[in-house]
Structures are given as C-alpha cells and as structure tokens.
C-alpha cells in the first residue's frame, strides 16, 4: 500500500468488511497526497513563490479505539503558510476516488459529488478553530496492473471553497451499503488547476477570509 516497488514477504491480515474497505483505500490515499505536494511543487510554488504547502496529516492506519476516539482532533490535510511571515493562510481537506470531474480525463465522470457529513463538520470546525478558509480538494487516482500487484496512478485534482460548496449543496442520505450520512453536491463547484493557480495569484485566500469575517462560515449541508 506504500504504492512504491519493493521486495515484498507475504503475510495475511484477516479483515471485516469494514476495515477491508478503510486499508483497500489506504494506498490510493498515500499516492494522491504525494501527486497533491509534487504537483504544488511543479506548477504551482513558480506561479505562487510567496505560498508554501505543508502536508500536516499524513494517510496512515490509526487503530481505533477508546482512547484514540477521544484524543482525535479535526484536522486538515495540508495547510498553505506565508513564505515570508509563517502565517497559515489557509487549508485543503483532501479527498480521492477513481472518477473524475472535469476535462477530458480518464475513467468515469462523476456524477455528482458525496462527502460524509462527519467530513463535512470537520471542515468547518478547522475554519472556525484557525480563522482561516479551508478548501477542498478531490484527486482522481486509478488503478494501474503493475504485477503481481497494482499501481494507484494519480491523473488530475479538482478544488472548490466553502461557500461554492454551500450554494451546490444538493441534499443529504445515508450512503449505500452504509450507516453514514453523506452530504451530495453538483459536480460544478469544482475548478482547474490553472483556476487554482490564478485563485491564489489574485488573492483568494485573503477574500475568502474577510467575506468570513463578514458573514460568517457558511453551512455546508
């Protein structure tokens, strides 16, 4: 699941359903983040010098139980800081699955966009804490048949803000084959990267940030 070739010894974890689904999902999530930090360091950090990228909550396997519940704390995934100050500017809650957006991609086109309501809360319990707007963004990550195993291959990210998200909030359910309840929204909220790029460029984040202040964080679902 470190998505890397190595010289492997077989061993053998008996899984639920649960957990099976949770590690299946561990390795697209590591391969996504690293393309989300590559792809900053390539296209964006030369367009945006003045804006650093910190990854601050890495993918990994936490066993869950009473004392890990307890002590968990809403986090973002990575936090953009002022190169100059040190200042947090803002944060990005990172997601993955195998469709895509927008463009002319690989696989599937997603049709319109879930998100756990728990995710939902977290998002805006960051931006309350830290004062500051929290983005999202989705990486298409797909498999590729690299024997005797697979390859998670990233392709593309899309991003999209807080309030973008409140005015394409759909609905919410409870997923399929699942207790959790999702939040839906229309697949249009989400920009490019070149969108991305010309966001921060102009000043973005500090918008965000005062139209928070003046109107406060809008609701998510």
Not at 2 to 26: A, F
Not at 125 to 151: M, N
Not at 153 to 169: E, K, L, Q
Not at 173 to 198: C, D, H, Q, S, W
């Amino acid at each position: 699941h470190c998505n890397l070739v190595r010289d492997l010894r077989v061993r053998q974890w008996l899984l639920c359903t649960w957990c099976d689904r949770v590690l299946r999902s561990l390795g697209r999530s590591i391969a996504s983040s690293r393309f989300i930090m590559e792809t900053w360091s390539e296209q964006i950090a030369p367009e945006v010098p003045s804006i650093e990228l910190r990854e601050v909550d890495e993918p990994r396997l936490v066993r869950r139980n009473a004392e890990t519940i307890a002590a968990k704390v809403a986090s973002a995934d990575f936090e953009g800081v002022s190169t100059e100050t040190g200042e947090l500017l803002f944060a990005i809650e990172l997601k993955t699955g195998k469709s895509y957006i927008s463009g002319d991609a690989i696989g599937a086109k997603m049709g319109t966009f879930q998100l756990d309501q728990s995710d939902c809360d977290d998002i805006t319990t960051v931006a309350a804490r830290d004062g500051v707007p929290v983005y999202l963004f989705h990486a298409q990550v797909i498999d590729r048949v690299e024997p005797p195993t697979v390859r998670f291959a990233p392709v593309a990210f899309w991003w999209t803000d807080m309030f973008s998200m409140h005015d394409n909030f759909i609905e919410s359910r409870t997923r399929p084959r699942e207790t959790k309840i999702a939040a839906y929204y229309n697949t249009a909220m989400f920009g490019t990267l070149p969108e991305l790029v010309e966001h921060l460029r102009d000043g973005g984040p500090d918008r965000l940030k005062q139209r928070i202040g003046d109107e406060g964080l809008p609701s998510l679902y």
